[in-house]
């Protein structure tokens, strides 16, 4: 079935330091991919996504490409801030169906 | 812009009651969702509604039913909590067209059963 693991957190990261979230997927076909936030006591925001292979989705600094060969979509920023301290959500959606989340990671970002 | 609104936000109840919590969306969406979320387990899904008049089973059904009541407004109803119920619950929203369309959500109702 359709799945997607994404890394352990939490992450914890001074300000300005290079972020990476790694998130991989199980699915049949070419499902489109998504990554969400959650800020504390809030519900999920969409942050980007990508619709096929070699996409490459951004927004407010992060950036993911959509990676068919190694079934990967991970999470970048080049300096993060306090900020993006958040929960991640990596997720993937295949024809009309509901999302299909990893279990989260949680960054942690200090001054 | 509302969005996706839930009602209530917080709620505290005692094994065997029943509530119902209220979703409704004003972006003209066909397709809504509930979701639970639970520590380290991520969103899993309990029901969806495809359209209005139909619901569909997701992951987690069990001891939950769901309403379609009108295209704006889905909701979520515990006939008898049980603590394994204590929960953040999540609607969602989505337009149809295929999996490229990302889904809008709530902010959620933290549910907690004693």
């Not at chain 1, 998130?23 to 990554?35: E, N, Q, R, V």
């Not at chain 1, 900020?83 to 299909?100: E, K, N």
Request: hydrophobic letters at 30%.
């Amino acid at each position: 079935g359709n799945s997607v693991t994404q890394m352990e957190g939490p992450v914890t990261l001074s300000e300005e330091a290079f972020l990476t979230i790694n998130c991989t997927y199980t699915a049949t076909g070419y499902p489109s991919l998504f990554w969400y936030v959650q800020y504390p006591g809030e519900g999920l925001q969409l942050l980007l996504k990508a619709t096929k292979a070699d996409d490459k989705g951004s927004n407010k600094g992060f950036e993911a490409t959509y990676r068919k060969e190694t079934t990967s979509f991970h999470l970048e920023k080049g300096s993060v801030q306090v900020s993006d301290s958040a929960v991640y959500f990596c997720a993937l959606r295949r024809g009309g169906t509901a999302l299909i989340f990893g279990k989260g990671t949680t960054l942690s970002v200090s001054s | 812009n509302a969005g996706v609104t839930q009602t209530p936000k917080f709620q505290v109840l005692k094994t065997g009651q029943s509530m119902t919590l209220q979703c409704a969306q004003d972006m003209n969406h066909n397709s809504m969702y509930w979701y639970r979320q639970d520590p380290g387990m991520g969103l899993r899904l309990i029901y969806y509604s495809a359209s209005e008049g139909t619901t569909d089973k997701g992951e987690v059904p069990n001891g939950y039913n769901v309403s379609r009541l009108n295209k704006r407004e889905f909701s979520l109803r515990l006939e008898s909590a049980a603590p394994s119920q204590t929960s953040v619950y999540f609607c969602a929203s989505s337009e149809e067209g295929g999996s490229n369309q990302p889904q809008h959500f709530g902010d959620g109702t933290r549910l907690s059963i004693l």
